[in-house]
């Protein structure tokens, strides 16, 4: 099986208009063998306002192993309306604007979570996990 | 011209396999039209000694919580072995998670607390970049 994460940041208002991109396959931690399981993407919609919805809980994925977080805000609510993502005791990771993703390691210690700051909003999550 | 940050996912984990290709468009926060105006460029660190807490993006350094700031940071070493740890806050060090082999990530930033780092080896590469706003909307 393989999973590939590729990031492409084009910035041509910056630094002469520079683009890159990096392709990385996602292997179980310290080794060469692939990720093998995958929750699936998920759509959450909310009628209103929401704090603190669970996405990932603490113990429920093994700690200092290869997890990777997909986040992604398709809310078509007003440009000020977002989705903030927390980590641990809610600490505040960032805001999620409509049209937005994020892509980061979980560690098996923490709660991620999510909360919507309007009604209407709706976002899409998967996580590529070891168990 | 805008600044724009594409993901794309593929895996045959599933029966159904999955390709996903998204792009955003980078723009100040409360807005959908005004491009976020700071870059710092990609920058590439080399850690000859492991590191523990490290701070690599300083809160201090930016205007925060009204913002649309933007990370990227990538383990850009060769060795399956090594780890990069990604933490929130340099007090209370909330982990993310770890960064292996070649792994990257990107994430909003509230420009409210610390990022800081943990590497597991001696010789690690670390690249990362922020994109962010001069000032807060």
């Known amino acids: 099986m393989a999973t590939t ?4 940041l084009s910035t041509p208002d910056f630094t002469g ?13 310290g080794t060469s063998t692939g990720i093998d399981q995958f929750t699936g993407i998920a759509r959450v919609y909310k009628e209103a306002a929401t704090a603190d919805i669970s996405l990932v809980a603490n113990g429920d994925y093994t700690d200092d192993k290869s997890h990777r977080l997909y986040v992604k ?15 641990g005791s809610n600490e505040p990771i960032g805001r999620l604007f409509p049209g937005d993703w994020m892509y980061i390691p979980v560690d098996g210690t923490e709660d991620i979570k999510a909360t919507t700051s309007a009604v209407g909003m709706s976002f899409e999550w998967g996580l590529f996990h070891e168990g | ?18 390709s996903i290709n998204e792009s955003a468009t980078l723009t100040k926060s409360g ?28 809160a201090a350094d930016y205007p925060d919580t009204t913002v649309a700031h933007k990370v990227y940071i990538r383990n850009a070493n060769t060795s399956t072995t090594c780890t990069v740890e990604v933490d929130i806050d340099s007090t209370a060090n909330e982990p993310l998670g770890k960064l292996y082999y070649n792994d990257w990530c990107f994430f909003p930033w509230m420009g409210t607390k610390d990022i800081d780092i943990s590497t597991n080896e001696v010789g690690v590469t670390v690249e990362f970049a922020v994109i962010s706003q001069s000032v807060a909307s």
Do not use: C, H, P, R
């Open chain 1, 17 to 29: 208009g520079g683009s890159f991109s990096v392709t990385t396959t996602l292997l179980k931690a």
């Open chain 2, 31 to 58: 807005s959908n039209v005004t491009n976020l105006d700071q870059f710092t460029g990609v920058n590439t660190v080399y850690y000859a000694a492991a590191q523990t807490e490290t701070n690599i993006i300083a």
């Open chain 1, 5 to 8: 994460a590729t990031f492409t």
């Open chain 1, 73 to 87: 805000n398709t809310s078509t609510t007003a440009a000020d309306t977002f989705v903030l993502m927390e980590v």
């Open chain 2, 1 to 18: 011209m805008a600044t724009t940050a594409t993901i794309s996912l593929t895996s045959d984990i599933t029966g159904d396999a999955l």
